[in-house]
């Protein structure tokens, strides 16, 4: 595999190369890398991980490099190595089986990247958010409780449309607040600080308190559902009560006003299924993974036109999974778009 022309191509290219042999041995390395880790082909050929991993970071890569390495398949990792200069640098890694034809298996290439400025640029932005959303959050509760303060005092004795103009301001003043949550809440997940309080109930009612709120916001609209199962689920009242909103919020968001938006709950092999469809804009399926992403919105001029951050379907996903559920989208541009997600049903014995 490592012939005269490979070592060109590898030596010009921009990344940080590597190559094992089918038993896991380096057999060579790229200048990049040499140059990177200060070493020649000679020392980094007998790679030493205690020395040359950051000591946090040796077993979750060895473990992960060492399954791919068995069941031959790609992989990638981000992890601290060391630099020529001793400092221990974030760098992310692909590591990729390579076959050849009568002989099979030959070992593995990996390229690598210097992500380390983008990793401290990341952990400067999320500390950011955290200390501005904090600080955004204590003027905020303030803020409601003047408001409600001053709501109760003029409501009997303020001009006559108080109680409309009150009620205005407590909806904007709530839509900052859950912005603003949304933010911490990201943050959290991201770091591994994100709660959850488990307890048994039945899932019907999370949806039904949901679909009530929303009816109450949006009278105008025409939130169709059908009050059935009461089957009991073990999770987060209140996680999934920010899901059911999370995809509500959007369905009437990215629709007509006198369209429908219909939640469906179903039970299907010991999964509640929760449906949410609307007839909006819709999705390209191009964007179908994508939207899962933090802060992704869907580009073009229509799309950015409606107000967001990107951040609802991230948080609603990772509650998902952490209720070792899956959530799925199916849409068609300017036709329809179905979010649906199945969560495991309490088992009864
Ligand atoms: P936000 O709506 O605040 O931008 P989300 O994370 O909830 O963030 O959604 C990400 C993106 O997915 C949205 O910006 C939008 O482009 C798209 N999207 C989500 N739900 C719908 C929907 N029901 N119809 C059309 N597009 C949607």
């Known amino acids: ?15 940080m190369l590597w190559v094992t042999d089918k038993n ?8 990049n890398w040499l140059s990177f880790r200060g ?5 980094e050929i007998s790679f030493d991980w205690n020395t040359s991993v ?5 077993s979750r890569v060895k473990k992960k490099v060492s399954r791919s390495f068995e069941d031959r398949k790609p992989y990638k990792i981000e992890y601290r190595i060391k630099r020529y200069d001793n400092t221990f640098r974030w760098i992310i890694e692909s590591g990729n089986p390579q076959f050849e034809e009568e002989v099979g298996f030959t070992g593995f290439i990996g390229t690598c990247m210097d992500i380390h400025n983008i990793k401290e640029l990341e952990k400067r932005k999320t500390e950011f958010i955290t200390a501005a959303s904090h600080e955004l959050n204590t003027p905020l509760t303030s803020l409601t409780v003047y408001l409600q303060l001053m709501e109760e005092y003029f409501i009997h004795n303020g001009p006559a449309n108080f109680k409309a103009l009150s009620l205005g301001a407590m909806q904007q003043l709530k839509k900052i607040t859950s912005l603003i949550n949304q933010l911490l809440d990201m943050n959290k997940i991201h770091s591994g600080y994100f709660s959850y309080n488990w307890s048994e109930f039945p899932f019907h009612d999370v949806v039904t308190q949901v ?20 089957s009991y689920i073990y999770g987060d009242f209140e996680r999934l009560t920010q899901v059911i909103e999370n995809l509500l919020s959007n369905a009437v968001k990215y629709s007509a006003p006198d369209t429908e938006v219909v939640v469906e ?23 179908h993974n994508k939207i899962f992403e933090r802060f992704f919105r869907m580009p073009g001029p229509k799309a950015q036109t409606y107000p967001g951050m990107g951040m609802g379907l991230y948080l609603t996903r990772k509650i998902i999974e952490k ?10 541009r300017n036709e329809f778009t179905k979010f649906y997600f199945k969560l495991p049903l309490l088992k009864t014995n």
């Open 39 to 43: 070493k020649s082909m000679e020392e």
């Open 265 to 287: 709950l179903r039970e299907k092999d010991s999964n509640i299924i929760l449906e949410v469809s609307d007839n909006g804009i819709g999705i390209d399926p191009a964007f």
């Open 323 to 332: 209720h070792h559920g899956k959530i799925y989208v199916e849409s068609k």
């Open 24 to 31: 896991n041995k380096f057999v060579y390395f790229n200048k």
């Open 1 to 15: 595999m490592i012939d005269e022309t490979f070592i060109k191509v590898a030596d010009n290219a921009p990344l």
């Open 211 to 230: 679909v009530e709120k929303f009816r109450m916001l949006y009278p105008e609209r025409c939130i169709k559902y059908e009050a059935g199962h009461d």
């Open 54 to 58: 950051y000591p946090q970071d040796i």
